[in-house]
């Protein structure tokens, strides 16, 4: 796998991605100083190479002149060399996809300098096999207590830090540009149950269980929450999932597709956002997404996604947990009412739609 560089955040993102570049630099994390070069470096991306080891690319040949890392760890000699990237060694192993922030003090060999602050995730070469398994995309039940979710089933032990979710629908341009969610560190073993809430209610006791103990969690709705699953939550109350049309992917370091699905009602609904065929585009170059004859397709029709025109709160769009996964529409089905099962098994039982003639009898 060809190693690449991440783009930290779109230009003028949130404050907490604002070292990404010079014009966001008024009130944020970043500080130029003018030495005798017109032009000052400004800092482009990074990358995670270990769990000791971190690379930051700038515009231009620079020198660490001073570091500091939130853990408080120790660096290796800086390089006294000017090079467009630059490596950060630091002495304690952080693997597993980590969350520090670096304050890095560069300077090019004009004497300009850039203080940039980077949070960044650790080199997880430990992430584990697994499968978006099953997505509640309505909210719903008594007093609006059901939530949206996405459960995942773990095929393989592991560390999830920083693997990441993207949905498309979520997106404005780039479907790379910023996932919804990225995963804490924490151990999984092979056939956990993970359910992601995604959003949080005020009534929610939302405990992200880190470690073993999994009775933490529990959702304004009673059975949300498994004391035999691992719950983790997304904090705010913005809806992020779509079931009219939509593509949701996990993507590891390195942007390779751990797993997707495309969902869609109808070719109307898929037509509406552009954002999809550039999500599907990216997903049919992995073959992470096939059509019915099992081709890859870079602007799958709605006839190539799982149907999702009969979900509600409770008849959930679900994996069949006995079939092979082959990256097509076959692998998912809609339970029956009242069917879903964040945290546990997959309900068996399909959900079939009235037909027209039946539903004018009654």
Not at 287 to 311: F, I, R
Request: overall charge negative; aromatic content about 8%; some cysteine.
């Amino acid at each position: 796998m060809q190693k690449q560089f991440f783009l930290f955040a779109p230009l003028c993102a949130a404050l907490v991605f604002c070292a990404v570049l010079l014009s966001c630099s008024d009130n944020t994390s970043i500080n130029k100083v003018m030495g005798s070069g017109s032009e000052a470096p400004i800092f482009i991306a990074y990358r995670a190479e270990s769990g000791t080891e971190i690379k930051f690319q700038f515009s231009m040949p620079v020198k660490i002149v001073h570091a500091f890392l939130n853990t408080g760890d120790d660096f290796e000699p800086f390089p006294d060399e000017y090079a467009p990237i630059i490596s950060l060694r630091f002495v304690s192993d952080h693997s597993g996809g980590k969350a520090i922030t670096a304050d890095l003090l560069v300077e090019d060999a004009d004497g300009n300098s850039l203080n940039v602050l980077v949070p960044f995730k650790t080199r997880n070469s430990r992430m584990p096999a697994l499968l978006i398994n099953e997505i509640r995309f309505e909210r719903g039940g008594s007093n609006n207590s059901a939530s949206e979710f996405i459960e995942f089933h773990t095929k393989t032990s592991g560390n999830l830090g920083a693997m990441r979710l993207f949905v498309a629908s979520a997106k404005l341009d780039d479907p790379l540009s910023e996932p919804v969610y990225e995963f804490p560190s924490v151990e999984v073993k092979a056939g956990e149950y993970i359910t992601l809430h995604m959003r949080t209610l005020p009534e929610d006791k939302a405990i992200d269980e880190l470690g073993d103990n999994l009775n933490l969690a529990k959702a304004k709705r009673e059975g949300d929450t498994n004391d035999s699953a691992r719950d983790l939550w997304l904090p705010g109350s913005v809806k992020l999932l779509h079931s009219n049309a939509d593509v949701i992917y996990l993507l590891d370091q390195d942007d390779v597709i751990i797993d997707s699905v495309v969902v869609a009602k109808s070719q109307d609904e898929w037509n509406k956002n552009k954002n999809l065929s550039k999500a599907a585009e990216f997903l049919a170059k992995q073959g992470a997404w096939l059509n019915a004859e099992g081709e890859a397709v870079k602007s799958p029709k709605a006839a190539d996604a799982a149907n999702t025109n009969n979900t509600t709160a409770t008849r959930t769009l679900c994996r069949y947990e006995t079939k092979t996964d082959s990256n097509k529409m076959d692998d998912w089905y809609i339970c029956k009412g009242s069917g879903d099962s964040p945290g546990a098994l997959n309900n068996p039982e399909v959900y079939k739609a009235a037909s027209k003639s039946s539903a004018k009898q009654h």
